[in-house]
């Protein structure tokens, strides 16, 4: 029978489980990525908004900045994300009950 050198198997399993962390902490670093990129876009867009109000309150109209291709686009954006998320039916149909048992 072969003897086993203990050194040399402890030395293949962190070899092992370094791979695995390798992947895990690869998996991480995208995560948080993306959780930034995120954190970015909802900042932009609120920038988006912002700038949007001004340009009204300096005098442009909704019709004028859609004619430059300039709609609220970021509120627009955020409207879609909701519908996409849930059903409207369903929640309309929710709070029709609520408001028939009131």
């Given amino acids: 029978m072969a003897t086993l050198d203990i050194e040399q198997t402890r030395n293949q399993a962190r070899a092992l489980l370094d791979s695995r962390i390798k992947s895990v902490t690869a998996l991480v670093k995208s995560r948080q990525r993306i959780n930034d990129l995120r954190d970015q876009l909802v900042a932009a867009e609120r920038d988006d908004k912002r700038a949007y109000v001004q340009a009204t309150r ?3 109209s909704a019709d004028e900045l859609k004619k430059l291709g300039l709609e609220p686009a970021a509120a627009k954006r ?3 994300a909701k519908r996409s998320i ?8 929710d709070n029709g009950a609520s408001f028939a048992e009131q």
């Fill in 58 to 60: 300096d005098g442009w």
């Fill in 86 to 93: 849930g059903s409207d039916q369903g929640s309309d149909q």
């Fill in 78 to 80: 955020r409207r879609t």
